[in-house]
């Protein structure tokens, strides 16, 4: 059973807004309502983007403040201290002469990575502690 509405509808080149089946102002209105909405929207995400700018430029403000103040109880150490620590790092003469002699094996130091040269590359401080250290030499 076909409505007089439902036969309208049915007829070729007949636009529903054209008759009174769907009113085209409520079309409008509702549109009008969705573009409002959509306006809406986009003006909230630009003020979020705008908000999370400022958060990530204080976050790198804060991290870099943060990396610029960090001291590791290590570097705090008086140079006196640190000098006695890097010279007892130090092979004695007699493992000197232990690996000197010895086949060259996974148990044999190379002497690239015995004191002093292995504290030289901690950090810039060690380094200075170390260059600066002739008994090290």
């Known amino acids: 059973i076909n409505t007089p509405q439902q036969l309208v509808l049915h007829q070729p080149n007949h636009s529903p807004f054209n008759s009174k089946i769907v009113p085209r102002c409520s079309f409008e209105m509702s549109t009008a309502h969705l573009r ?4 809406e929207i986009d003006a909230s995400i630009a003020a979020h983007k705008l908000s999370l700018e400022a958060l990530e430029r204080d976050r790198t403000t804060v991290a870099a403040e943060l990396y610029s103040k960090a001291t590791f109880p ?3 150490l008086p140079v006196e201290i640190t000098i006695a ?3 007892s790092c130090l092979p004695t003469i007699e493992e000197l002469h232990e690996n000197n002699f010895r086949r060259r094996d996974d148990s044999a130091t190379p002497p690239t990575l015995t004191a002093p040269n292995v504290l030289m590359e901690c950090c810039r401080a060690w380094r200075d502690i170390a260059v600066a250290t002739p008994s090290l030499w």
């Open 74 to 76: 290590v570097l705090t």
């Open 85 to 87: 620590i890097f010279t």
């Open 36 to 39: 409002t909405r959509l306006a």
